[in-house]
């Protein structure tokens, strides 16, 4: 079956846009979480939505904020974007949220300038 | 989610077993303990998950010691492609990973 599929693959932005980056789950999957990763700070979680709802939110600004629709797709938007949000932004789906594994996609490598 | 302890880096010749620790001593009762590599650049890959008891799969053996408060993954034979960095994650299940740094693992030849 069709693995997590993240577009753009690439984005280079301006500091100061907004940008907004899009997760489709492997097909059944209801939870989607997102995650930044930096050189500096590794892996790090931003929040999780199953069923439409979020579920769980780490430690980021409200500038990061996302939504998922009722196909389970889900969006991250960041709004007045700045330097440190260059970033590899990766989403990973699971079946129901329950313990089993997440499976990632590639991420979206997003470049501020 | 419990905080995890593992080596920074870690080498393994090809062929032989690579065993990688983790110290998880703050791990509640219903937390699981799940392992994912991420080779350069690509997004993270679930090895494998356990609660208590030893698991294996195709990929990988985990190890968990009686009082869960630390376990081992084991690849058995080691290839160049196994060369990663490896989380150990304690989660209470949602997909919810809080990751750590890491052990990166060197295979070689």
């Known amino acids: 079956k069709a693995g997590v599929t993240q577009t753009p693959r690439y984005l280079i932005k301006t500091r100061g846009q907004q940008v907004t980056l899009s997760c489709s789950p492997i097909?059944?999957?209801?939870?989607v979480s997102w995650y930044q990763q930096t050189p500096g700070q590794g892996l790090q979680f931003l929040f999780e939505?199953?069923?439409?709802?979020?579920?769980n939110k780490g430690n980021f600004p409200g500038r990061f904020s996302g939504r998922q629709f009722s196909n389970s797709r889900s969006e991250m938007n960041v709004s007045t974007l700045e330097l440190g949000d260059s970033a590899l932004y990766l989403c990973a789906s699971s079946s129901n949220g329950s313990p089993t594994e997440a499976f990632f996609g590639q991420g979206t490598r997003l470049t501020v300038v | 989610d419990a905080k995890t302890t593992q080596p920074t880096s870690m080498d393994c010749a090809e062929g032989r077993a690579a065993n990688l620790p983790c110290n998880h001593s703050t791990i509640s009762g219903n937390e699981y303990v799940y392992w994912y590599r991420q080779i350069h650049s690509q997004g993270p890959q679930y090895i494998i998950h356990g609660l208590k008891n030893n698991e294996t799969n195709e990929m990988a053996s985990l190890i968990i010691t009686e009082d869960r408060k630390s376990s081992t993954l084991i690849l058995p034979h080691a290839t160049l492609r196994d060369t990663a960095v490896y989380y150990c994650?304690?989660?209470?299940?949602?997909?919810?990973?809080?990751f750590g740094a890491g052990t990166r693992l060197a295979v070689h030849p």
């Open positions: 097909s059944g999957h209801r939870s």
């Open positions: 994650i304690a989660s209470g299940g949602y997909n919810k990973l809080i």
């Open positions: 939505y199953f069923s439409e709802t979020q579920r």
